[in-house]
């Protein structure tokens, strides 16, 4: 794909997720291209609304069916906003797949284990997702997820069907229960000693909030984990996606095309530095 | 090694306008040497020299009638190879169907300018060559600057004096011109004559010279070279020690320097715009009335603003200490592991460009000063 010109990608189904959160699906309207394009779980496309302009947004679809991209968009601003009142049959622009991907291929025959937190995070639900659909390849499933109240819960849905799918464990916590409030109240940190991680078994995939992810380190490491079987998605301002406008950077690393995904022991330098 | 004389300058910018070039060079205009188009060698700051400081430029005539008698102006080459604003490529909305049309027009070597560059100095050769490494090296290529670059020739002059923010010592990045040029050019006046020794770089630049009354520079006159790039090379007016510098910033993000800098840094950005290395750009969309027509511009940026780093919720790097820290350790630091080299090539525009006179030699002194005496901040990193 041509740097920074997109390809033409028609919505074919859109899905509300939660208020203000819909996923998009796309396919690219050129035949030979839509052949071409593969991505792997992680990775994101610049995705590009007509007029208004682009942004980043995680694949969070099977890589098996590359011919049909799922965006999960969130409204935070002009663009998402404007990406989230598209329907069936309305063109948009893409141009991807960018970035790094999560360690699925590493991690066949281990445990994985996903933190998250905060509002969602697609790019978790991506690998979630290729692990659910190729289930018997990995052993133990562990999802965290924090959030500050119930009412954040987003995916409701979705976290009750990956509970009840086998060799797999779903924690939840909040940080101000309601009275009806089920899961656990506390630190998402909290709950890795009740999940009893397996160090030699396990891969971490996080993604959230960077308070959150920085806590949540630091208790999988005391418990064991190693620091190169930790995984994180970061996120920074993104305007190229291929290296060149630099607004990306996280200390020497461009999180565009050294990131999103970022094994633990190659940014642990990086990891507590203050807007950096 | 070849002689010219100053009247068969004009000569070479008329063989390279028939070669099909367009020579741009410095010339004066609102106070300042600038580069833009020029036609002969009246278009340049003929007897006019620079004096500069933290937070000072000013034009002065000299003696003499030195047609490169200055040292660096506000502007680099970067503003033709890496332009501060470019359209990328154009939609256009036909119904529900959206049409994406390519730059490809001006990322063909064929289409690109073919400027010539008259008067670049060695730290400005080494600036071109720290942004091929951004812009030609990586994964992704840039078209549209690869195309300006394979299409650009170079006049390189070796520096007859040095400024005061001047450090290309420190950072081996000059005063002489020792690769990257098709050309180079010595200026000599003395004993009443005024000649350029010429050094030719590549086989165009041979070729060019041809077209040029020249003779071969005898003992004296290649000597005369290297006496007046050691006599600029003892008139640095700053100096940067680089040993260990990566790791010396590596180890101080927490260091209070950073506090200091920011009291007194406006984050107005200068630095980054009159730096010749300096890449950052953003992106627009410009669209029209009809709601038919968009195209997507790209801009040079900065990354003092708070847009920079902006992701919603709010900016990464919201203080202006962060921000200052960003360029700093950037410049000199994490650019030596993205890129392979540093990012500062000595050419002291920021310094004297900063409208409050900071300089990154003196902040990087500081750093390395009270590292040297053990009263550092507490190392970061594990």
């Known amino acids: 794909m041509q740097s920074f010109v997109p390809v033409a990608a028609e919505v074919v189904e859109k899905r509300r997720e939660a208020p203000k959160i819909w ?57 998402t906003h404007r990406l989230c009142e598209r329907d069936r049959g309305d063109v948009i622009g893409l141009r991807g797949p960018y970035g790094s991907w999560w360690p699925l291929e590493e991690a066949r025959g281990k445990d994985v284990v996903i933190v998250t937190g905060g509002l969602g995070c697609a790019p978790v639900v991506a690998a979630i997702n290729y692990v659910m659909a190729r289930r018997e390849a990995y052993g133990a499933l562990k999802i965290f997820h924090g959030i500050k109240t119930p009412g ?125 | ?64 009638d030195a047609l490169f008698g200055y040292v660096v102006g506000p502007q680099s080459w970067k503003r033709f190879l890496h332009p501060p604003a470019r359209r990328l490529w154009r939609a256009e909305r036909e119904g529900r169907a959206v049409r994406f049309i390519p730059e490809e027009e001006s990322d063909a070597e064929k289409d690109a300018p073919k400027f010539a560059f008259i008067g670049v100095r060695a730290c400005e050769l080494h600036a071109m060559a720290v942004q091929d490494k951004v812009f030609l090296e990586g994964a992704q290529v840039d078209a549209s600057y690869r195309a300006r670059r394979k299409n650009a020739f170079i006049v390189a002059v070796n520096c007859g004096q040095a400024g005061n923010t001047c450090f290309c010592v420190s950072m081996k990045t000059g005063p002489k011109a020792t690769a990257g040029f098709d050309l180079a050019l010595t200026e000599v006046l003395e004993g009443g004559r005024h000649y350029f020794v010429v050094e030719e770089g590549s086989a165009e630049g041979s070729a060019l010279l041809l077209d040029v009354e020249s ?27 680089t040993a260990g510098l990566k790791e010396l910033l590596y180890q101080h993000y927490d260091h209070p320097r950073w506090d200091d800098v920011a009291k007194r840094c406006l984050t107005c950005g200068n630095c980054t715009m009159v730096c010749p290395t300096c890449f950052c750009t953003t992106v627009e969309e410009v669209t029209d009335l009809s709601g038919e027509h968009a195209e997507r511009w790209q801009k040079w940026d900065s990354c003092f603003t708070t847009d920079f780093s902006y992701i919603h919720g709010g900016s990464v790097r919201s203080s202006p200490k962060a921000r200052y820290r960003q360029w700093l350790t950037h410049k000199l630091a994490t650019w030596q ?30 750093i390395r000063e009270s590292e040297k005496q053990g009263a550092g901040s507490q190392r970061q990193g594990k």
């Open chain 2, 337 to 366: 592991d993205q890129f392979g080299s540093s990012g500062c090539v000595g050419c002291g525009r920021c310094i004297t460009w900063c409208p409050v006179a900071i300089d990154i030699t003196e902040e990087v002194k500081a």
């Open chain 1, 152 to 276: 954040d819960l987003l995916y409701r849905e979705r976290f009750k069907a990956w509970r009840e799918a086998p060799n797999t464990e779903v924690y939840l916590t909040v940080d101000r229960p309601d009275r009806r409030w089920k899961d656990h109240v506390g630190l998402v940190t909290a709950l890795f000693g009740q999940a009893r991680l397996d160090p030699d078994r396990s891969v971490v995939m996080m993604c959230g909030p960077e308070v959150m992810m920085r806590f949540a380190v630091r208790e999988l490491v005391e418990r064991g984990i190693a620091a190169d079987r930790i995984y994180l998605s970061l996120e920074r301002n993104m305007k190229c996606a291929v290296g060149f406008c630099g607004h990306c950077q996280y200390g020497p690393l461009f999180i565009c095309k050294d990131g999103p995904v970022l094994r633990y022991d190659r940014i642990s330098r990086w990891f507590d530095i203050r807007e950096l």
């Open chain 1, 23 to 79: 996923t998009l699906r796309l396919r690219l309207k050129d035949d030979a291209r839509r052949r071409r394009f593969q991505f792997r779980p992680g990775q994101f496309n610049m995705v590009y609304d007509f007029g208004v302009g682009e942004v980043p947004i995680s694949i969070v679809s099977d890589p098996a069916d590359p011919e049909l991209l799922d965006h999960t968009i969130r409204v935070v601003g002009a663009v």
């Open chain 2, 1 to 64: 090694m070849k002689v010219i004389d100053r009247h068969a300058l004009d000569l070479l910018f008329a063989a390279l306008v028939r070669r099909g070039y367009r020579p741009v060079g410095p010339t004066v205009r609102d106070g300042a040497i600038i580069y833009d188009a020029i036609r002969t060698t009246a278009d340049l700051p003929v007897g006019w020299t620079d004096e500069q400081e933290g937070g000072v430029y000013r034009l002065k005539r000299r003696n003499d």
């Open chain 2, 215 to 241: 003779r071969p520079a005898d003992d004296a006159e290649a000597e005369t070279v290297n006496r007046i790039v050691a006599k600029t090379a003892d008139q640095m007016g700053r100096t940067m020690e």
